[in-house]
C-alpha cells in the first residue's frame, strides 16, 4: 500500500469508535424472578433516558446483561422503583451485588436506592476512584456546611485549600476521566458560591470570578460530552447568558436571529462577537443549550427554535451536538401531561395482540392507572377499580397500563382475575411514556376529560379517604361526571313543549 494512502488509513480508523461489549452482572439479594431494567442518558443537557433493556433475575438470584459500548457510560440499575448506577468502560465485566436496605431508604415515596457493592474493586478502577473522591467531598461538605449556607464567602479558603489537595492527587492519576469528573466537581463548588464576572466582595486578591473560573476551565478546553461533571458545569455556569445577553443592545441580532430569521447560521454568526466564544465547536453548544433554555420564554418564538435546533440536528458538524439537539426537540414537542395539557397520545397492545390508541377514547372521560404486577397497592386497588368500572363504565373508560416489561405477567395476572373487563394496555417497548406522564413510582393515577386533556395528574387512587386520609376519593369526581352526562342525555333526548 502506498504511503500516503495507508496514512490516510490510519488517520480515518483513528477517528472511527468501535463498539465493545460491556457485561454486568451479580447477584441481586432478595430479588429473585424479578425484573432487572437498564437505563442511560442520551446525553447530559437533556438527561433524557434511553433505555438499553431488561432481563430477568434468576431463581438463585443472579444476573448478567450485556450492552454495546463506544465511550464511558453512566448507567442505571432499576429493581421495581429502586434503583442504582455505575460508571461503565466499554468492554469491560462489572461484578454487582445489589440489595435494598430498609432503613436507609426509610420515609422515601420517592428515589429509593439499592445498595450496590463491586465484589472484586479494583483500586485504580474508575467507580472505586470516584466513590473514593465522594466520601472525601462529602466530610469536605459537612464539615464547612455553616459556611456554604452563610452564603457570604467565607467558605472560599476552604474550598482553596480542598482544591488544591484533591489537585495535588489527581497529578498522577492514570484516568483523564476521573481526573476529569473531580476537577470539574470542584469547578461546581467554586461557582456555588454567587460568583460574578468582577467580584470584589472579598477583596482585590480573590481570584474566584466567574472570568477567571471560565479561563480555568472551560477556556480553550476540549468539550467533554460524555462527563457528567463537566456538562452540569458547563450548564450552570451558562444558565442565565443568553437571557442576560439578549437584554443588552447588542443581544438585538441574537432576538433577530430567532424571531425574524428562525436561522441557526444567523444565530451563530450573531455570537461571533462574544469574547469567550471564539472557539467554533463551544460556541455552536452554547447556541443549542441557550436555544433549550429560552424555549418556554414568552419573548421567543417556539416554532422558530424547534426549526433552529432541527437545522443543527441535521446540519451540525459535531455529531455529539446532532444528538443534543434532536433530544431537546424531543423535550419541546413530547411535552409532559400536566393537568391543564393535552395528554400525550399513545399506541399500546392489549391481552389479545390489538393495537389500541388514546385518541380512541376521545368522547368520553378517562382514568388511567400505571400499575405493576410487582406493586401489592396496585393490585389491592384492582379489587376497587373493579367496583368502580361496574358503576361508572357508561360515563367512564377505564385503562390499566401495566409496566413490567414482560407482557406474560400482564396475561398471567388477568387469567387469575377474569373480572376484570375493562381496559389492559402493556406499556412494551414505550418507557418514555412513563417521563411523558411523570411516572416515578406505582401505582399512578390520571384523569382526562372526553376531548383528552389532563384534568388531573396525579389523580386521586381509587382507595381514596378509605386508605389515605389526606387523599380525595376518586369516586366523587366520577359521580359529577355521570351526573353531568345524565342531565346532558336528558337535555338532549327531551321533547320540546309546544307553545
Known amino acids: 500500500m502506498p504511503r500516503l494512502l495507508f496514512t490516510l488509513f490510519l488517520i480515518v480508523v483513528s477517528s472511527i469508535s468501535f463498539a465493545s461489549k460491556t457485561v454486568i452482572k451479580g447477584v441481586a439479594t432478595g430479588f429473585a424472578n424479578r425484573e432487572l431494567t437498564f437505563y442511560t442518558y442520551s446525553d447530559y443537557i437533556t438527561n433524557n433516558k434511553v433505555y438499553l433493556g431488561y432481563i430477568t433475575i434468576k431463581e438463585n438470584e443472579s444476573f448478567s446483561f450485556e450492552v454495546e459500548q463506544t465511550n464511558i457510560q453512566k448507567i442505571f440499575i432499576k429493581i421495581e422503583d429502586k434503583t442504582a448506577w455505575l460508571f461503565t468502560e466499554p468492554g469491560k465485566v462489572y461484578n454487582?451485588?445489589?440489595?435494598?436496605?430498609?432503613?436507609?431508604?426509610?420515609?422515601?415515596?420517592?428515589?429509593?436506592?439499592?445498595?450496590?457493592?463491586?465484589?472484586?474493586?479494583?483500586?485504580?478502577?474508575?467507580?472505586?476512584?470516584?466513590?473514593?473522591?465522594?466520601?472525601?467531598?462529602?466530610?469536605?461538605?459537612?464539615?464547612?456546611?455553616?459556611?456554604?449556607?452563610?452564603?457570604?464567602?467565607?467558605?472560599?479558603?476552604?474550598?482553596?485549600?480542598?482544591?488544591?489537595?484533591?489537585?495535588?492527587e489527581v497529578a498522577d492519576m492514570k484516568s483523564d476521566f476521573v481526573k476529569n469528573h473531580i476537577i470539574y466537581s470542584i469547578a461546581q463548588i467554586e461557582f456555588s458560591i454567587n460568583v460574578s464576572y468582577n467580584d470584589n466582595q472579598t477583596g482585590k486578591n480573590s481570584k474566584n470570578t466567574k472570568a477567571n473560573l471560565f479561563l480555568e476551565y472551560l477556556d480553550n478546553k476540549p468539550v467533554l460530552y460524555h462527563n457528567a461533571?463537566?456538562?452540569?458545569?458547563?450548564?450552570?455556569?451558562?444558565?442565565?447568558?443568553?437571557?442576560?445577553?439578549?437584554?443588552?443592545?447588542?443581544?438585538?441580532?441574537?432576538?433577530?436571529?430567532?424571531?425574524?430569521?428562525?436561522?441557526?447560521?444567523?444565530?451563530?454568526?450573531?455570537?461571533?462577537?462574544?469574547?469567550?466564544?471564539?472557539?467554533?465547536?463551544?460556541?455552536?453548544?452554547?447556541?443549542?443549550?441557550s436555544l433549550m433554555r429560552i424555549v418556554d420564554d414568552k419573548y421567543f418564538t417556539k416554532k422558530n427554535i424547534v426549526s433552529m435546533l432541527a437545522e443543527q440536528k441535521k446540519g451540525s458538524n459535531y455529531p455529539p451536538q446532532r444528538i443534543i439537539a434532536d433530544e431537546i426537540i424531543k423535550m419541546i414537542t413530547e411535552s409532559q401531561s400536566k393537568s391543564g395539557t393535552k395528554a400525550t397520545d399513545f399506541i399500546l397492545i392489549n391481552q389479545f395482540g390489538e393495537?389500541?390508541?388514546?385518541?380512541?377514547?376521545?368522547?368520553?372521560?378517562?382514568?388511567?392507572?400505571?400499575?405493576?404486577?410487582?406493586?401489592?397497592?396496585?393490585?389491592?386497588?384492582?379489587?376497587?377499580?373493579?367496583?368502580?368500572?361496574?358503576?361508572?363504565?357508561?360515563h367512564i373508560d377505564f385503562i390499566s397500563i401495566c409496566t413490567d416489561y414482560d407482557m406474560e405477567k400482564m396475561k398471567s395476572f388477568l387469567n387469575k382475575n377474569p373480572n376484570y373487563k375493562w381496559n389492559f394496555l402493556h406499556i412494551g417497548k414505550n418507557q418514555?411514556?412513563?417521563?411523558?406522564?411523570?411516572?416515578?413510582?406505582?401505582?399512578?393515577?390520571?384523569?382526562?376529560d372526553e376531548k383528552l386533556?389532563?384534568?388531573?395528574?396525579?389523580?386521586?387512587?381509587?382507595?381514596?379517604?378509605?386508605?389515605?386520609?389526606?387523599?380525595?376519593?376518586?369516586?366523587?369526581?366520577?359521580?359529577?361526571?355521570?351526573?353531568?352526562?345524565?342531565?346532558?342525555?336528558?337535555?338532549?333526548?327531551?321533547?320540546?313543549?309546544?307553545?
Open 96 to 168: 454487582l451485588t445489589l440489595s435494598y436496605n430498609e432503613a436507609f431508604n426509610k420515609g422515601k415515596i420517592y428515589d429509593r436506592k439499592l445498595s450496590m457493592k463491586f465484589n472484586f474493586p479494583i483500586p485504580n478502577e474508575i467507580n472505586m476512584e470516584i466513590i473514593k473522591f465522594n466520601q472525601k467531598y462529602n466530610v469536605f461538605f459537612d464539615e464547612n456546611y455553616l459556611l456554604f449556607v452563610k452564603r457570604d464567602r467565607s467558605v472560599e479558603p476552604k474550598i482553596k485549600a480542598f482544591k488544591a489537595k484533591m489537585l495535588k
Open 229 to 289: 461533571e463537566y456538562m452540569t458545569f458547563f450548564k450552570d455556569f451558562f444558565k442565565s447568558e443568553i437571557k442576560d445577553m439578549t437584554l443588552q443592545m447588542s443581544g438585538l441580532d441574537l432576538i433577530k436571529a430567532i424571531n425574524e430569521k428562525s436561522s441557526f447560521a444567523a444565530f451563530n454568526k450573531a455570537l461571533d462577537k462574544y469574547p469567550f466564544l471564539q472557539n467554533e465547536e463551544f460556541k455552536q453548544l452554547f447556541g443549542i443549550y
Open 355 to 394: 393495537s389500541v390508541p388514546l385518541h380512541s377514547f376521545k368522547g368520553k372521560h378517562v382514568y388511567i392507572n400505571f400499575w405493576s404486577t410487582w406493586s401489592v397497592p396496585s393490585q389491592k386497588e384492582m379489587k376497587i377499580i373493579e367496583t368502580l368500572y361496574k358503576k361508572y363504565n357508561e
Open 432 to 448: 418514555k411514556l412513563l417521563d411523558s406522564y411523570g411516572i416515578a413510582t406505582i401505582p399512578v393515577y390520571v384523569l382526562l
Open 453 to 499: 386533556n389532563v384534568i388531573s395528574n396525579p389523580a386521586p387512587s381509587p382507595s381514596g379517604s378509605a386508605e389515605r386520609s389526606t387523599e380525595e376519593n376518586i369516586e366523587k369526581y366520577f359521580y359529577e361526571i355521570a351526573n353531568k352526562s345524565a342531565v346532558k342525555d336528558k337535555s338532549i333526548f327531551q321533547t320540546p313543549k309546544n307553545k
